[in-house]
């Protein structure tokens, strides 16, 4: 199962729909995750949660989603709402890079070069353009 959460803010609100069915523990659940992603307070970590059939689980904190990394970079609120437009805001080669190297584990690249091509993809398409 997979979740998109606030880092460190976990609720029953946020995960009860998801988890309470499948009969696992609330409580042991946002405490672990509130854990883990306490240093990464105001970011959206993604994590993907196995269940087992004792109830119990295990979960994989995942980085931030691309989107959400290019428009904190850009200093924006989300992207446009029209892509391949003019440009919403502009960000740097080095910032493109941060964000490449940060997502480096989740994306389907070998190298750093081939995951700044798939973050540019996705700056392009939110209307953030790259200056070198």
Known sequence: MKLA???GKASPADVGKALAPRGVDLGSFMTAYNAQTAAQRGEVIP???TIYEDR???FRLKTPPT???LAR?????KGAERPNGAPLAWISRAQLRAVAE????????????????????TAH?????IRD
Do not use: C, H, Q
């Open 5 to 7: 959460l606030d880092a």
């Open 47 to 49: 994590v993907e949660v």
């Open 56 to 58: 119990s689980f295990t």
């Open 67 to 69: 989107a959400f990394l």
């Open 73 to 77: 970079a850009a200093g924006i609120p």
């Open 102 to 121: 940060r997502k480096l584990p989740d994306l389907n690249a070998y190298d750093l070069d081939g995951a700044e091509r798939v973050v540019a993809g």
């Open 125 to 129: 398409s939110m209307g953030i353009g």
